[in-house]
C-alpha cells in the first residue's frame, strides 16, 4: 500500500508570491491533516479535513487556506508569502469510521523556503 | 487548554545504554497520546500510542505507559542501537470520537536523541 505522498518535496519562492503544495493521502483514507514545522515554533497544526469539509483549524492567519478534492487529495495554499513562512509542511492521512483507531500516517514533508 | 512539555534534549547515549525521554501533558477529557520519531529528512512515523489510561504502546523495542495520575507519557528503551538515532516527538490527540479522524495533534517540542556506538 503506498502511503502519504506529497508534491513537491522542495520549492523556493520570493517574498510575495504565493505558492500551493498537494497532498494524497493512503488509498481510503478521507481524512488529511497538515502541519508546520519549524525551528523555532516547532510541530504547529494547521488545518485537518475530512470528506472535502474542513473540520478542524490552527492558529494561522487567512494567507494560509487548504481544500480537499472528492478523491481526498489536499492542497494547501499560501498567499503572499513571508520570509516566516520557510518551513517544513507535513501531511497526515488517517483511516476514519466506527472502530478505526486515531492514527496519523505522515508524509516526509514539503520543505519551503522563502528569500 | 492542551499542551505536551517534554524533556530539552540533545540526549547522546552509548550503544546498548538505557532511555527515557520525559512527557507530561495538559489535556481537557481524555486524550490519546502517541509518540512519533523522525529521521533526518523524512517525515513523522508513529512510533506507538495509548488511547486511555493505564495503556501501554510498546513498538521496536520501546515503550510508553499512559498515567492519568502524573499526566505522563515517558518513553523507554531498555538498550539504544545507533539506528535509534533521530528526533522523538511525544504528542497528544484532543479528539474524543474514537471512531472518527486524527483529530488535532498538539506535539511537544523534540527531543534530538544520538546513539553512538
Known amino acids: 500500500k503506498a502511503g502519504v505522498t506529497q508534491t513537491p518535496r522542495y520549492l523556493i519562492k520570493t517574498r510575495g508570491q504565493q505558492v500551493t503544495l498537494s497532498c494524497s493521502p493512503i488509498?481510503?483514507?478521507?481524512?488529511v491533516s497538515w502541519y508546520q514545522q519549524t525551528p523555532g515554533q516547532g510541530l504547529q497544526f494547521l488545518f485537518e479535513y475530512f470528506s472535502e469539509t474542513q473540520r478542524n483549524k490552527g492558529n494561522f492567519p487567512g494567507r494560509f487556506s487548504g481544500r480537499q478534492f472528492s478523491n481526498s487529495r489536499s492542497e494547501m495554499n499560501v498567499s503572499t508569502l513571508e520570509l516566516g513562512d520557510s518551513a517544513l509542511y507535513l501531511c497526515a492521512s488517517s483511516a476514519s469510521g466506527p472502530g478505526g483507531e486515531p492514527r496519523g500516517y505522515f508524509g516526509p514533508g514539503t520543505r519551503l523556503t522563502v528569500t | 487548554g492542551n499542551s505536551v512539555t517534554q524533556m530539552e534534549g540533545p540526549v547522546t547515549l552509548s550503544e546498548e545504554a538505557f532511555l527515557t525521554i520525559n512527557c507530561t501533558y495538559t489535556a481537557t477529557g481524555y486524550p490519546s497520546l502517541f509518540w512519533y520519531v523522525q529521521y533526518p529528512g523524512e517525515g513523522l512515523q508513529l512510533l506507538l500510542k495509548?488511547?486511555?489510561?493505564?495503556d501501554k504502546g510498546s513498538n521496536k523495542g520501546f515503550e510508553a505507559t499512559y498515567r492519568k495520575e502524573t499526566t505522563s507519557f515517558h518513553l523507554e528503551k531498555g538498550s539504544v542501537q545507533v539506528s535509534d538515532s533521530a528526533v522523538y516527538f511525544c504528542a497528544l490527540s484532543d479528539l474524543t470520537d474514537r471512531g472518527s479522524t486524527l483529530g488535532r495533534l498538539y506535539f511537544g517540542r523534540g527531543t534530538q536523541l544520538t546513539v553512538w556506538p
Open positions: 488509498s481510503g483514507h478521507r481524512s
Open positions: 495509548a488511547t486511555k489510561a493505564d
